[in-house]
């Protein structure tokens, strides 16, 4: 079991930044990639962003806008999120998988309980 708390969400207006993060707990050991999602009232999860190892990946979106880095020491994932818009409202969930490195939320296996975010225009 992995257990994930995420913090560092809040209301923002549009251009702020906020930095979420994400840290793990339990068997971390066991984690391959971190993922950072989004859903929208009435929208299904979407892809942010992931990491595995040093490599990072960010949906088309957020790409030159967020950065995901890492805390190795403090099992933690950060999400840095510059330049926001209205449309990034969501809560924001992080996410691990044991052997996946893609952008198909069903293939994460352990979810945190979601942090808002909202960018007020």
């Known amino acids: 079991q992995v257990q994930l708390v995420e913090s560092g969400g809040g209301l923002v207006q549009a251009g702020g930044s906020l930095r979420l993060s994400c840290t793990a707990s339990g068997r971390t050991f066991s984690i391959y990639t971190m993922g950072w999602f989004r859903q929208a009232p009435g929208k299904e999860r979407e892809f942010v962003g992931s990491i595995r190892a040093y490599y990072a990946d960010y949906a088309d979106s957020v790409k030159g806008r967020f950065t995901i880095s890492r805390d190795n020491a403090k099992n933690t994932v950060y999400l840095q999120m510059n330049s926001l818009k209205p449309e990034d409202t969501a809560v924001y969930y992080c996410?691990?998988?044991?052997?996946?490195?893609?952008?198909?939320?069903?293939?994460?296996?352990?979810w945190g309980q979601g942090t808002q975010v909202t960018v007020s225009s």
């Open positions: 996410g691990t998988s044991q052997d996946y490195s893609g952008r198909d939320y069903d293939r994460y296996n352990y």
